[in-house]
C-alpha cells in the first residue's frame, strides 16, 4: 500500500462512525452493497456498486478524501484523490 498525503491530516484517533448503515440509502428506500466509513468526519456511505454511490457523493460535496471499508473483516482505506488504496 501507498502512503498518500491525505492519510497525515486523518484525525487520530479515528472518528467514530455517524450511524450504521448509509442514511441516504435509508432515507431513498435503497439498499446499500457495502458500507464505507469517512475517516475525516465519521460519515457512513454506500459503495459504487450500490445504486446511488453514497460514499463517492460525500467526498464530491466535502472534498473529505480516505474511507474506510466499514464491512466486518476488512480494514482497507481508500484515496479519492489519489485514486488508490492506502
Not at 435503497?30 to 457512513?44: E, Y
Not at 463517492?56 to 466499514?70: L, Q
Amino acid at each position: 500500500m501507498n502512503e498518500c498525503p491525505h492519510v497525515s491530516a486523518l484525525p487520530h484517533p479515528e472518528p467514530a462512525p455517524l450511524s450504521e448503515t448509509c442514511p441516504e440509502c435509508l432515507a431513498a428506500g435503497s439498499h446499500p452493497v457495502q458500507l464505507r466509513l469517512c475517516l475525516v468526519c465519521g460519515h457512513v456511505g454506500c459503495c459504487d456498486s450500490s445504486p446511488f454511490q453514497h460514499a463517492t457523493g460525500h467526498f464530491k460535496e466535502t472534498g473529505h478524501a480516505v474511507m474506510r471499508t466499514f464491512e466486518p473483516g476488512e480494514s482497507w482505506r481508500w484515496c479519492f484523490v489519489d485514486g488508490s488504496i492506502v
